[in-house]
């Protein structure tokens, strides 16, 4: 197995050094560098993974969770160490066994960060939202509206939010099958939408895109699923 190389050894004083992978990392960042700046939640973007990492408490530990169509979600714990704008994330006990370093910089005003990350198994770019306590939601929430009456081919859907999240609970129906359920996940990015479909009782998890109508009353788009998708459209009730 190949040594993990950290860029700013040598380039920094008195940042990391030189960390092989089969040592203990945290035996040499733990005297050097303190946790900073680490905000409550990372939304994170590897390639076309996105992910989120959410903190544990105060701590400089975070637990994070992988998605991509049509791909069974990955899940690791990470360790972030900073100092100065520099940052430095181990990710272990990934469920796919991949585990990463990852090297980076915060952006101005710490509430970005991006740099490259290696892995056992290949590496590349990554970038990250940092959102902190007190911030207001990501997705504009008051556009999500009570419920959405969605159509997929032959099943008819119905999405109920839960309260003023973005989180609702869906059910699909069709003439001579089992109803099936899921829990949704909106995001909504100007007019671009995005939901994911997880938990669903038929094991069959989703991913969807589209866009929101310029009046906001209707969305369309297109979805791909552990098996199958197609295009489904929806009306938002208010």
Same mark, same amino acid.
């Given at each position: ?45 590897? &390639? %076309? #993974?996105? +992910? $989120?990492?959410? *903190? /544990? !408490? ?65 590496? &590349? %770019? #990554?970038? +990250? $939202?940092?959102? *902190? /306590? !007190? ?73 969807? *895109? ?29």
């Amino acid at each position: 197995m190949y040594p993990y190389w950290h860029p700013y050894y040598g380039g920094h004083e008195g940042f990391f050094g030189v960390l092989p992978y089969e040592a203990d990392p945290a035996n040499v960042i733990s005297a050097q560098a303190q946790p900073f700046g680490l905000g409550q939640r990372w939304i994170v973007q590897e &390639g %076309a #993974w996105r +992910a $989120v990492w959410t *903190r /544990r !408490g105060n701590s400089n530990v975070f637990d994070g969770r992988w998605s991509l169509a049509g791909q069974q979600d990955i899940t690791a714990v990470l360790t972030i160490y900073t100092s100065g704008p520099l940052v430095f994330i181990l990710r272990r006990n990934s469920s796919d066994g991949n585990n990463c370093n990852y090297t980076g910089n915060f952006g101005a005003g710490g509430r970005t960060a991006s740099g490259q990350n290696i892995c056992n198994r290949g590496g &590349g %770019a #990554w970038s +990250a $939202v940092i959102e *902190r /306590r !007190g911030d207001q939601p990501r997705p504009p929430q008051d556009r999500l509206g009570r419920r959405w009456n969605v159509q997929e081919g032959n099943w008819n859907a119905v999405w109920t939010r839960r309260g003023n999240s973005n989180v609702f609970d869906g059910r699909w129906t069709q003439s001579g099958q089992t109803p099936v359920t899921a829990v949704l996940t909106i995001s909504l990015q100007g007019n671009n939408v995005r939901v994911q479909r997880r938990n669903s009782s038929d094991g069959n998890n989703c991913e969807y *895109r589209g866009t929101l109508s310029s009046n906001g009353r209707t969305a369309s788009g297109q979805f791909t699923c552990d098996r199958g998708g197609g295009s489904w459209s929806a009306t938002i009730v208010r």
